[in-house]
């Protein structure tokens, strides 16, 4: 169900960069990104691998580590800084008001720690009060609503001792474990099967509405997105490219990258001779491109100065739709036209 939210965002995120620091200096791996999630949606953040989505939500979080750092803008939750917060004041608000369920629940599992003491563990720390017997019926309550068999048995059992699909629905129980305001889902499904897949998805949703949620599902899975998502950002280079409702951006994309990643999806409607990709390879952000990030592979940029010049910041195409293009409108006459290009010049390549 679409929901439509005119109330204060839950999480609101002004400008945030993140830099890498490396041997000949920092490299801005996040530059200036921007949004807003509102109570009850699901937020999708979408790109290919190394565009930023991932570690947006890490500096979100408060997890980055080694040589990332948070080099400015600001992350508010419930109207409060969680940038200006101290580290423990953060491990008060992970856990508890905001959760993430991480890419690879075995290697986010500790392998000697049984299931059952590490979902217990969140509920120990966030809420003392709760007795060991009350703690250990809340986990087995949180196995049985993710659906784990015979969680009374499965309490007491190792990550290695569960299959991938159920890993990940320990990983969800440990989430949800203290009804947070917001889940943060990290390619969720990624290295499980279609069947199991679906079935992570679906036991998502029904927690997010369960406890009216907020949710941002990161994921290159175009299809999960039309089929889950309220809004819709699309990144690149560290950058948003295009955000706003899903159903807009399929059908009307504005920037000429979400074309490209839109053009790239497999179809069950047709059976064409090839699968198109975007052309050349994403950026060396330690050798970011000048002007707009995405230039060298835009086929829309026609040699125009301003895109190698000048860097587009995100423009209303409608009420709550905004692209990063300077030439946005001309898209909709320029799709049919690159993509039966690109085309033609696969079928003559050698």
């Not at 920092?26 to 979408?46: N, Q, Y």
């Not at 500096?59 to 600001?74: F, I, N, Q, W």
């Not at 008060?92 to 905001?98: A, P």
């Not at 230039?295 to 829309?300: H, K, M, Q, T, V």
């Amino acid at each position: 169900m679409r929901m439509t939210e005119t109330t204060a965002p839950i999480l609101s995120v002004r400008n945030l960069v993140v830099e890498a620091v490396n041997a000949s200096g920092p490299v801005r791996i996040v530059d200036g990104v921007s949004f807003d999630v509102h109570a009850g949606e699901v937020f999708g953040i979408v790109g290919e691998s190394g565009s930023g989505k991932s570690i947006t939500m890490l500096a979100v979080m408060g997890l980055l580590s080694g040589r990332t750092r948070l080099a400015g803008g600001e992350v508010k939750l419930r109207g409060k800084s969680l940038t200006d917060m101290s580290r423990e004041e953060l491990r008060r608000v992970r856990g508890r008001n905001v959760s993430m369920i991480f890419q690879d629940p075995m290697t986010s599992l500790n392998p000697v720690l049984r299931i059952g003491n590490q979902i217990a563990e969140i509920l120990e720390i966030h809420q003392p009060e709760l007795s060991r017997a009350a703690v250990r019926d809340r986990v087995i309550e949180l196995l049985s609503l993710v659906g784990v068999p015979s969680p009374e048995r499965r309490y007491r059992q190792y990550p290695h001792e569960f299959s991938g699909g159920m890993r990940q629905r320990a990983m969800i129980a440990m989430a949800i474990a203290n009804n947070p305001d917001i889940l943060i889902a990290d390619e969720p499904t990624t290295a499980l099967d279609v069947t199991i897949q679906a079935q992570v998805m679906e036991l998502l949703l029904e927690v997010r509405t369960r406890n009216r949620a907020a949710m941002i599902l990161i994921t290159h899975d175009l299809g999960l997105v039309a089929e889950t998502v309220d809004r819709v950002a699309v990144m690149y280079g560290g950058r948003l490219m295009e955000e706003g409702p899903v159903e807009e951006i399929f059908s009307r994309p504005a920037h000429p990258y979400t074309v490209g990643l839109m053009a790239s999806r497999p179809r069950l409607d047709a059976a064409p001779a090839f699968l198109y990709s975007i052309p050349g390879q994403p950026p060396s952000l330690a050798n970011r491109p000048s002007g707009c990030v995405f230039n060298p592979r835009c086929a829309l940029q026609n040699g125009r100065e301003i895109c190698t010049t000048k860097l587009p910041l995100l423009d209303s195409v409608s009420t709550a739709h905004s692209a990063a293009c300077h030439f946005s409108r001309e898209i909709d006459g320029w799709i049919g036209e690159v993509v039966t290009a690109d085309r033609n010049s696969m079928r003559e390549a050698p």
